[in-house]
């Protein structure tokens, strides 16, 4: 079973790496530009950033007893070719990486974040758009796997990944319908279980001006673990039973851009349930809300972010006595971060980034901010191929 897993998980890689490598030769369907036009006006814009950082990290391991601090060099680039809408089609490829270096922590020296995306658009006609989107990931970094492991803990842990899908969306004036599967492959180093996820969704929006619109959504998602096993009440493994999830998901999210304003605004809310498919040990109810509100001035830019989380494991027992309480955790994220641009190719900015876990059971609470000032290089050629 191992093994078909493993042979399975390398296909899939296979087929996205040919999805993300055919996707700048794709067709530009319906396109009645004269030859001479195409030559001035290039189909793919090209756009690019690299920056380095640094700063300090108050706690590298996300430790709920003892806080290992660092300075910290950060450093990241992306590139993104986007090919414009010059008829049926459009799409994009992206690529990003970001890397920080700790120079003064006793149990890991680096955190690695690598990405590369890819998205295809084909608009038949004015009320349909058919996309198909795709996305690898490395991490190399410390995760918090308290709500999914039996071991309530932090851990340095590497892994990769990917997640390839459909969307269908129907527009109907200021309204709109859009359904999506996606199925997504995780692989993890260090003892960690993969799984693979299928992933079902439905959306209605409502467009009410420009950038500002409002929808509701709900997602199904099967989990199936490679070899993991089923845990009894009391947290031990069952032999020979094999682990699986559903979980189900609804969500509203709402983003606002005042006309005349500098000011955008966003917001999330989501409720999720997640039902393994053994005793129940690792079923718990997610709550989570997040807002963001951006400014744009002519030279400074602030984005701010704030994110609250509850969970409640009905299962999972706190405490002793005849009456514990069910396990529960809440996080809370915050980010603020500041750019100033100094001419068009550069920019300084900085950045704060807390969070912040709390739980009845303390093994699974921490605290960590991470703050920063860096230099930021961008090059976007988008004005040059409408122009050269």
Sequence with gaps: MFTFLRVTRSLWLGFLWSLLALLPVLP??????????????????????????????????LSSTGEDGSPLL????????LRLPMGEWD????????????????????????LIAAQARWQPAAPWQVTLAARGYHHDQVFDVSVTEAELRTAPLKM?????????????????????????????????DGYNEGEAAARLGYTWAKQSEFSLGGVRRWRDHD????FTLGGRPIS??????????????????????RWSFGATALWEENRDNGTGYFDYDRGEA???????????????????????FPRQLEGAGLDPEARRKEEWRGAFEATWKLNERWAL????????????????????????????????????????
Excluded: C
């Design 28 to 61: 530009v369907a319906g396109n009645d530009l004269p030859d001479e036009a195409l030559t001035e006006i290039s189909p793919w814009s090209l756009t690019g950033s690299v920056s380095v950082a640094a700063g300090y990290r108050d706690n590298v391991l």
């Design 160 to 192: 990769e990944g990917f997640v390839v899908g459909p969307t269908v969306r129907w527009l109907a004036g200021p309204f709109w319908v859009e359904a999506a599967g996606n199925y997504r492959l995780d692989s993890y180093h260090d003892g960690v």
């Design 349 to 388: 900015f900085g950045v704060w980034e807390g969070e912040r876990t709390r739980s009845n059971d303390p093994r699974s609470q921490f605290s960590v901010q991470t703050a920063y000032l860096g230099l930021r290089w961008e090059w976007d050629n988008l004005a040059q191929s409408i122009t050269e």
């Design 227 to 230: 070899d993991r096993p089923q």
């Design 91 to 114: 799409g994009y490829v992206f690529l990003s990486g970001v890397e920080h270096r700790f120079l003064a922590a006793d149990e890991t020296d680096h955190e690695r974040t690598v």
């Design 74 to 81: 950060r450093g990241e680039f992306e590139v993104m070719a």
């Design 290 to 312: 997040n807002a963001t509100a951006t400014w744009r001035g002519e030279r400074l830019e602030i984005r701010l972010s704030a994110t609250a989380a509850r969970y409640r």
């Design 240 to 261: 020979g039973s094999h682990l699986r999830f559903l979980q189900t998901e609804g969500n509203a999210k709402a983003s606002w851009t005042p006309a005349g304003s």
